[in-house]
């Protein structure tokens, strides 16, 4: 087994350092029970920021939701 870890090791080394970082969030991942959340909100995250960055959807300051917050539940 140890040879088999030294050869993965050796192979994800090959890799840029934007992939083993892809490749490590990966691993980390499997070994969390709820892997299929944190990749539904992972997810979910990457498509609220294009939907900001492509301007489909505005932000407004948090000073200002609060205020509509505060509004609604008065």
Do not use: C, H, Y
């Amino acid at each position: 087994m140890d040879n088999q870890l030294e050869l993965l090791e050796a192979e994800a080394m090959k890799l840029t350092t934007s992939e083993r970082a892809a490749f490590a969030q990966l691993l980390l991942a499997s070994l969390d029970e709820d892997a299929e959340i944190e990749e539904a909100w992972a997810a979910e995250t990457e498509r609220r920021i294009a939907d900001i960055e492509s301007g489909a959807v505005q932000v407004i300051p948090i000073a200002d939701a609060l205020a509509q917050v505060r509004a609604t539940l008065k």
